[in-house]
């Protein structure tokens, strides 16, 4: 049996994770659970699960991950702040099943360099799909990672008609039910750009040989391209609990998580190739994955003023990737790298964003 910890426990992740869990009593065992804000809600979850080791708050879910045995820590808390966690997991020696890209991409080489192979199992689907599909072949065997993009909700939109995007508009993926930030990250694909980075930083593939192609449909998760031609594709209704599923006792499968495709049923499915020029996003991101350091941690926090800049009317949709151009242009990688160097290049992204943002 499994020992699971959940960092985000009130929210889709955890949420979800414990339905997992729940059907499946006799192979997996929570033994902590960390919230954001909601103690009534975690409180209900611990109540049910016979959980007594529970914490509010980032800090305190880090504290909570290095005095709790796990054999999994699940680290489903939104934003950078989920750094912390995600290193204090790693030391503990515990599988970390990461659904907070955030403090892969902006710890970078501080994560990576802690992990053991194989610790870190990714919770995204795309990079789940990946992971999965890794296993039809030798590392020196892969050409390239593909990775999939729904389009968002503006999907085939010209930039031009781009310009008027109000926050509703960005907040209706046809998909994803998420929250505001990755939602709207999603319209303006800031959220593929950041799982480019992620999928180099877990894979070790260069940034060349990662592309991203838009299916609609949400099908195929992701693909591995092989050096002979093939080409190994990960298809399933768009269902988290299976990708959660699979992190909780990876390489194992969990039986009855999802229903599977209906091959009795005509279906298409259409991969198109992603327009650059309404979504800079994502070559921008390549861009700042290749300078290294701290510019993911700047390309984040910027973002994310960004994004609640747009959504509070004080900048247009067009002008979140702007500002984060702009923002990344201005910065100088630190001497050093470290947890003080990344807080500190967090603090001057999200106060150089803020000036730009009022200057407009």
Known sequence: MRRILILGSTGSI???????????????????????????????????FGVTETALGAVDAERLVRSVEADVVINGITGSVGLGPTLAALESGAFLALAN?????????????LAAPGQIVPVDSEHSAIAQCLRAGDAAEVRRLVLTASGGPFRGRSRDRLQDVTPREALAHPTWDMGRVVTTNSATLVNKGLEVIEAHLLFGIPYDRIDVTVHPQSIVHSMVEFVDGSTIVQASPPDMRLPISLSLDWPHRVAGVGEPLDWTTASTWTFEPLDEDAFPSVALAKQVGVAGDTYPAVFNAANEQAVDAFHEGALPFLGIVETVARVVDAH???????????????????????????AR
């Not at 890209?101 to 360099?113: D, H, Y």
């Not at 790298?337 to 803020?354: I, N, V």
């Open 101 to 113: 890209k955030e403090s892969l991409i902006v710890g970078g080489p501080l994560v990576t360099k």
């Open 332 to 358: 100088e990688r630190p001497s050093e790298l470290t947890r003080e160097s990344l807080a500190a290049a967090e603090r001057w992204a999200r106060d150089t964003a803020d000036r730009l943002i009022a």
């Open 14 to 48: 955890g949420t979800q994770a414990l339905d997992v869990i729940r059907a499946n009593r006799d192979r997996f065992e929570v033994v902590g659970l960390a919230a954001g804000r909601d103690r009534d809600g975690m409180q209900a979850q611990a109540d049910e």
